[in-house]
DNA sequence: TTCGTATTTGCGGTTTTTTGCCTAATTTAA
DNA sequence: TTAAATTAGGCAAAAAACCGCAAATACGAA
């Protein structure tokens, strides 16, 4: 086997798995670990992969990575928009905290007229920054993690509310376990927030499915609606139109 | 698994959920807490993320919130001293909001062990940075001006807690009219807190003392120590001191 | 083809990197 | 305060990389 074409078969192991490992490589083709090394050297000088201890990644995969972060920004965007077309003037809506809903607060219409309860600090001053809504912030002990506040209390508020929307920012959601968390008083009132709303709107950018978290908020026909980054027809988003879920 | 992958897993997860924990990052990858912890050290030294006991928090997320407005810091700073030396382990403080007490929150012991109450959105994050102090969000609906919340179902709160102390930023502080205010739910917010503490303290920089608002707060006697900037013995200070408060 | 040269390859020995485990010290939580 | 969890630092084994060299191979020219 010659040199270039084990390259070019270095390089078409590399588009399909994103990354080789040198001992996989040189069992394949039969060659010492010294000539795969040397031949992933040279490529890495052409700027065809990255070299790392122990074999090679493909370069697409990680400045596609290192874009996603700049992108991820564009993405909350695109899914603040799609709640936002979602809330009317006269609902009360209960939201819980998170990056997504603090994008969301920043897109409402400045002329919608609605009224937000929240556990979370930092979405109660992005709301209070609208110019028409009412914000009221549940209190109770605030949890340091998550800058939301949790407690008995804050549960007990809840559920003396009857709301027209919640919508919660996911961590994770899977099509088996649904809607989870990790920490057991956040959990506790983001369960009291669904239970007092007639709908429930989960939003998070499409790479929060599939993924679980110890303590479960929710199945899935507690949820009604989910809005991604993603368009709607998205195969990712399948199994959760089959379990119900109305897709944004 | 390579180092490398690994390393943009742990970033990713910390995109996805802004923080993640050794123990659930070992367990994922099937390698040792070491392993991760010393991924965690690499990439904390890259400036990738913020390395804390346990595990590690996304850097964007923690650092968005930070801090911004500087007026008079200087003089801000020192009342800041001055209160928090009046502050033991133990106490139930309740506070209002304003950048006195932002200032205030900042210059707290980091082994104090108190309980905090508060209306103010901006103060509950301040305090919710302190390692150790307990924080409790008092929740009604949102002054917009003020990132206060108020109304009745806070006043009935205030009024359910017996606290040692009441920390109030100074609006108007007047030796005839006392402690005033512009907004009428405020002022409600205000008294409910006198009411309810042991002790009343007013902390806000000289420029504020000898002016008076629309709305009347609390008489000087119903204040038991004023915190200024300048010297306890300045003249300017003389007619509060003869008035029967407490002078730092 | 055959030869000479340049390149490539494999190998042994050494160095570096990575990883897991251990213990002691620190931090956290109750 | 005590008990549990987390961390730091040292150590050793395994894997990988590096280095130099000699053998094998490819390639062009006679």
Redesign the interface.
């Known amino acids: 086997m010659l040199k270039k074409e084990r390259q070019e078969f270095i390089l078409h192991q590399l588009n399909l798995h994103n ?1 080789v ?1 040198c001992a996989d490589l040189s069992h394949m083709m039969g060659v010492s670990d010294d000539t795969i090394r040397r031949d992933l050297q040279e490529l890495a000088q052409e700027d065809k992969l ?1 070299k ?4 090679a ?1 493909s370069k697409s995969f ?1 400045t596609a ?1 290192d874009r996603k ?1 700049v992108y ?1 920004l564009e993405d909350k965007h695109i899914i603040a928009q799609k709640t936002a077309a979602l809330v009317q003037s006269g609902m009360y809506i209960l939201t819980s905290g998170g ?1 997504s809903i603090l994008e969301f607060a920043k897109s409402l219409d400045p002329n919608l007229n609605a009224t937000f309860f929240t556990c979370s ?2 979405a ?2 992005e ?3 609208h110019p028409s809504i ?9 949890s ?2 998550s ?1 939301l ?1 949790t407690g008995a209390s ?1 549960v007990q ?1 809840i559920e003396s509310i009857q709301a027209d929307l919640c919508i919660l920012g996911i ?2 959601l899977d099509t088996q376990f649904g809607l989870s968390e990790n920490d057991w008083e956040v959990v506790q009132i983001k369960k009291a927030m669904i239970k007092a709303s007639k709908k429930t709107i989960c939003i998070g ?1 499409s ?2 499915l599939n ?1 679980q978290q110890k303590i479960k908020v929710a199945n899935l026909d507690e949820i009604d609606i989910l809005i991604t980054e993603l368009n709607p027809n998205d195969s990712k988003l399948l199994p959760f139109k089959h379990k119900g879920l109305t897709i944004y």
Chains 1, 2 share one sequence.
Not at 52 to 55: D, F, L, M, Q
Not at 134 to 142: A, H, P, Q, Y
Request: glycine letters at 8%; aromatic letters at 4%.
């Open positions: 990354k490992l990255i790392v201890h122990g074999g990644l990680h990575f972060m991820n990056t600090l930092n109660a001053i709301f209070a920054h009412e914000v009221v912030m549940i209190g109770d002990k605030v340091k993690d800058m506040t804050a508020t961590n994770s950018i790479e929060k993924s």
